[in-house]
């Protein structure tokens, strides 16, 4: 959740769109968790996995689930 909240941060300051800075932010932690798990590791290793912040290669697609204003649950 930190690094998700970091990356989102950073991109929303840097200007970036809300959906365009989501899309790369989950791009970004998706790689990293996947750099991770292909390690073997349980600690992530952001200095290695730098080049995933800045330019992740993951292909991300996001989608509404919900609208706000228009889709209301009771």
Request: hydrophobic share 40%.
């Amino acid at each position: 959740g930190d690094l998700t909240a970091a990356v989102y941060l950073a991109r929303i300051l840097s200007g970036q769109p809300a959906i365009k800075a989501l899309q790369s932010t989950t791009a970004a932690v998706y790689e990293i968790l996947a750099r991770t798990a292909k390690r073997g590791g349980d600690e992530l290793q952001l200095e290695t996995d730098a080049q995933s912040l800045s330019h992740p290669m993951a292909m991300v697609q996001l989608r509404h689930l919900l609208h706000p204003g228009r889709d209301k649950r009771a």
